[in-house]
Every structure is written in structure tokens, then in C-alpha cells.
């Protein structure tokens, strides 16, 4: 109500020095809200010498439209991507959560299925001192010495 006193009890010598501090940005925000407010009325758009202060008035709410529809469009376009990110991550979360949590062993010994947890470490044990029996048998002098051996 205030603000719709102040339109109405300025005179046209108020708004043109109004307007002339609005284009030497020298206007506060309250003064420039009011001004943008005053270029919309009748009054404003039927006098000729408000004709600049309504065009760059309208200009500028054009463009601040407009900015307002991209940026609007670009956090529509980032959502987009938050979205999809957070499904991804629900559905792992998911994956997570079905898999089985429980450490299953298996060995297939001779064609047979043990799953046993002890006897299946016993073999991979048994399997693991084997090997280590090979590579004491298998050092490079021993390698050489059969290599030297076939020749002579």
C-alpha cells in the first residue's frame, strides 16, 4: 500500500529526476522497483518523455526473463544428472544388500563338490605345499645343470 501511495503522489518532475539517477546508476533497489513499476503504468507509457525509461525498462525485464528460463533450464539439466547418479547409487546400494554376505567355499576334487569350509582350506593348503615343494626342486642350478646335461 505504501509503495502504491508513493506511484500515486509523485509527480512527473519526481519520476524524471527518478529516472535520470536510474540511468546514472545512482538509484537504490527500492528506488529502482518503484521506477519499474511506475514504466508499467499508462501514465508512464503514454508520456513521451518516459518513452527510453519504458524500452530499457522492458528490455532489461526481457532479458532477466529469458536468464531466468536458461538458468531454469540448466538446474533442470543438473537434477537430471543428480537423479541419475542417485539411482545409480540406489541400485548398487541394492546389488549390495542381495548378494550373499556369507564366505562360501567350493572345490571340485576329481569331479566332486565339496563345500566344507575346513576340508576345502585343508586342500588349498595341501595344494600351496606342493608347489613350494616344486620351486625348492626347481632352482635356476638345478634348471642349468639339466640344461648342460642334454647336451653333453
Given amino acids: 500500500m505504501e509503495k ?5 503522489t509523485a ?9 535520470d539517477r536510474y ?20 501514465l508512464a507509457q503514454d508520456d513521451p518523455d518516459f518513452a527510453d525509461l519504458c524500452a530499457v525498462m522492458s528490455i532489461v525485464a526481457v532479458g532477466k ?7 531454469n533450464e540448466m538446474k533442470r539439466r543438473r537434477m537430471r544428472w543428480v537423479w541419475a547418479a542417485a539411482a545409480c547409487v540406489a541400485g548398487l546400494v541394492l546389488v549390495m544388500l542381495a548378494w550373499p554376505s556369507k564366505n562360501v567355499c ?9 563345500t566344507d569350509r575346513d576340508e576345502v582350506l585343508a586342500l588349498m593348503h595341501d595344494s600351496w605345499d606342493d608347489i613350494a615343494l616344486d620351486a625348492d626342486a626347481n632352482t635356476v642350478e638345478t634348471q642349468l645343470t639339466d640344461l648342460f646335461n642334454t647336451i653333453e
Avoid: H, N
Fill in 106 to 114: 567350493v572345490a571340485y576334487v576329481d569331479g566332486v563338490k565339496i
Fill in 23 to 42: 540511468f546514472e546508476v545512482e538509484t537504490t533497489d527500492e528506488e529502482e522497483r518503484l521506477l519499474r513499476r511506475f514504466a508499467a503504468t499508462a
Fill in 4 to 8: 502504491d501511495d508513493k506511484l500515486r
Fill in 11 to 19: 509527480d512527473k518532475a519526481q519520476w524524471l529526476a527518478l529516472r
Fill in 65 to 71: 526473463a529469458a536468464s531466468s528460463k536458461r538458468q
